[in-house]
C-alpha cells in the first residue's frame, strides 16, 4: 500500500482517508500551519494519515484493520532500550548456569556474560517457555492487532516451536505470523525492522512474509572462533570432532546454510588462513552491491576494530557494529568475527 502524497508548501496539513480501494484527501495550507476537522464517517477498514509540514506525524486504522506490532528475541543482539525505542516487542531468551537461568536482557547482559567466559564458567542454552511467548502475544491479540514474531532459527533453537504453541494457547492463529529466520543476530535484525517498517507503511502480513523470505535468501552470516571447545560444550560437536579438532588446531569458518543450521564453512587449520578466506567471502557477497552490512563481535572489539575496517575497504560500503547475544554466545565463546551481509536484490 502506498504511502500518503506528500506536500511542498512549508505549512500544510493532509489529512489523507483510505476507504478500501477509495480515497479522500483534503490539504489546507496556510500561515498557522495545522487545521482540525472532521470529514465524513468512515466504514470498516479505514486508514487515516495526518501529514503536517511534509512529516508523516499521525497514522491510525481502524474498523476491520489492525496494526500489526512485530516482535522479536533477544539474539538479535539488540538491547532493551533498542527494543524500546524502535517499538519492537521483546522476548528474553535464556542462558543457564547450573540450576540459575539467566533471562538476556533482563537478568544478564553480554558483558557480563563474556567476563565470566573468559573466568571459566560454561554456560548452556535453555528451552524457551511457551508461556514467556504468551506474555508477549496476549496484549497484542487483546489490543485486537496482528503480528508477526521474527525468531531464531529454528534450527538451533525450539523457539519458533514455543511460538507456536503459544499462538495455539490463545487460538490466535489467525492474527499472528511466526517467522523462522534461518538466522540470529544481525540477520533476524534486520527482518525484524524490515517488517516494522513495512507495517507501519501500511503493508500486510502477506507482502511482509513475502518480502522478509527474499531478504532472508540474501543474506549470509559467517564467523571465525578461536576455539572449538565453545561449539563443543554448546552442543554443536561430538566429543570426537572437538578431540579431532583441537589435535590438528582446526579454526573452522561456521555459517548459517539454506536450512539455518549453523555448521561448518570450511575447515582451516590458522586463523590467519581463515581471515583470508573470509576476506574472499565477504568480496564475493559484495561483488554486485550490498543493502546492509554489519561485524559481529562478543568480547575481542580490538581485533574487531580491524576486520571491520577490512570489510568496509572491500565492500565500499558502510559496516555496522552488532554485540554478538549471550545465547549465541554459549556456542562461540568470547572471541569471534562474524560478517553479516545483506547482498542487494
Request: proline share 3%; aromatic share 8%.
Amino acid at each position: 500500500m502506498p504511502g500518503p502524497p506528500l506536500c511542498q508548501s512549508a505549512m500544510c496539513c493532509r489529512l489523507w482517508i483510505l476507504y478500501g480501494d477509495r480515497a479522500d484527501l483534503q490539504c489546507w495550507s496556510g500561515a498557522r500551519g495545522c487545521h482540525i476537522a472532521t470529514g465524513r464517517g468512515a466504514g470498516p477498514g479505514w486508514l487515516l494519515w495526518v501529514v503536517f509540514s511534509g512529516k508523516l506525524c499521525l497514522r491510525i486504522r481502524g474498523g476491520e484493520q489492525h496494526m500489526i506490532q512485530v516482535v522479536m528475541d533477544t539474539t538479535t543482539g539488540m538491547t532493551r532500550q533498542e527494543f524500546d525505542q524502535s517499538g519492537i516487542a521483546m522476548v528474553s531468551l535464556y542462558v543457564r548456569d547450573g540450576d540459575k537461568l539467566y533471562r538476556e536482557q533482563v537478568d544478564i547482559f553480554p558483558d557480563e556474560f563474556y567476563q565470566r567466559e573468559r573466568e571459566g564458567l560454561i554456560y548452556e542454552t535453555a528451552q524457551t517457555n511457551p508461556a514467556d511467548l504468551v506474555s508477549v502475544f496476549k496484549p497484542i491479540v487483546e489490543a485486537g492487532d496482528e503480528a508477526i514474531c521474527v525468531l531464531i532459527s529454528s534450527a538451533i533453537s525450539g523457539s519458533v516451536n514455543a511460538a507456536h504453541v503459544a499462538v495455539q494457547m490463545l487460538g490466535a492463529e489467525d492474527r499472528i505470523t511466526i517467522v523462522d529466520s534461518l538466522e540470529s543476530g544481525y540477520g533476524e535484525a534486520y527482518l525484524g525492522h524490515t517488517a516494522k517498517k513495512m507495517a507501519d507503511a501500511g503493508e500486510n502480513r502477506v507482502e511482509i512474509v513475502r518480502a522478509l523470505a527474499d531478504i532472508r535468501s540474501r543474506t549470509r552470516t559467517y564467523f571465525i572462533m578461536e576455539s572449538l571447545k565453545w561449539l563443543f560444550h554448546g552442543g554443536r560437536l561430538t566429543g570426537a570432532q572437538y578431540f579431532v579438532g583441537s589435535v590438528i588446531k582446526l579454526n573452522p569458518i561456521v555459517w548459517f546454510d539454506e536450512a539455518g543450521r549453523m555448521t561448518s564453512y570450511d575447515k582451516t587449520r590458522t586463523i590467519k588462513v581463515a581471515k583470508d578466506h573470509m576476506r574472499q567471502l565477504v568480496a564475493d557477497c559484495g561483488k554486485n552491491g550490498v543493502e546492509a552490512a554489519t561485524l559481529h563481535w562478543p568480547d575481542n572489539l580490538d581485533e574487531a576494530q580491524g576486520f571491520h575496517a577490512e570489510m568496509e575497504e572491500i565492500l565500499q560500503a558502510p559496516v555496522s557494529y552488532t554485540k554478538l547475544s549471550c545465547v549465541l554466545g554459549v556456542h562461540t565463546g568470547p572471541d569471534l568475527l562474524g560478517p553479516c551481509i545483506i547482498m542487494k536484490a
